[in-house]
């Protein structure tokens, strides 16, 4: 994906994901860590250009954020679809969001760990680093609800968006651990072939790398 349709389509569905959100707390909320991403994107896409499969992994957990920021997790239609058509008792939009925290962060770290040779003992190693890695982002963004619950209350009730499942943040991790080894298994050596290409090409000057 070239870099003008990237940044096209991040703008076009944020500036959507803001135009009369359900909540505008909760819309900061979930676009907050999307909005961290494309700063760090800019910032670092000179010096350290990510491969192509990974900036697109990017840009869809993005929208799968904003989405889930104009609507409120709970409250999507494409998940309220999947609840009726399946008979669940819940809105599970959120559980894509959490797979997808899982799916992305793991070629993210596997990246990073790969290109500046952090792990060089297995394959094996690699992998259960990059899954510890995986569970402990999952783990803290948990901390990060339960911190903003504390902090405001009943106002953050849709950014936690348990809907009432006790097992809610368990689940959350669950689905982002399964989310992970689904990157490795299905993504590892499609990565390795655009990080062969992106080594034998060196540094490039465009913007993101392609």
Do not use: C
């Amino acid at each position: 994906m070239k870099q003008w349709l990237w940044l096209g389509v991040f703008t076009v569905m944020l500036v959507w994901s803001g135009i009369n959100p359900k909540d505008q707390f909760t819309w900061f909320l979930e676009v907050f860590p999307a909005l961290i991403g494309f700063v760090l994107i800019v910032l670092t896409y000179k010096k350290f250009p990510l491969t192509p499969l990974l900036y697109t992994l990017i840009l869809m957990h993005m929208i799968i954020l904003m989405v889930g920021g104009h609507y409120t997790y709970a409250e999507v239609p494409v998940g309220e679809w999947i609840r009726e058509l399946l008979h669940q008792s819940r809105n599970n939009y959120d559980k894509l969001g959490h797979f997808f925290q899982g799916f992305e962060p793991a070629i993210l770290a596997r990246e990073i760990l790969i290109r500046k040779d952090i792990v060089t003992a297995s394959r094996a190693w690699l992998n259960y680093i990059i899954l510890s890695i995986v569970l402990a982002f999952s783990a803290f963004y948990e901390l990060i609800e339960w911190w903003v619950a504390l902090v405001t209350g009943e106002d953050a009730e849709a950014f936690l968006g348990t809907q009432g499942y006790m097992w809610d943040t368990q689940s959350d991790m669950m689905y982002a651990l399964v989310g992970g080894i689904a990157a490795l298994l299905l993504l590892s050596r499609w990565h390795d072939k655009e990080l062969e290409q992106l080594r034998n090409e060196g540094a490039r000057d465009a913007p993101f790398g392609f």
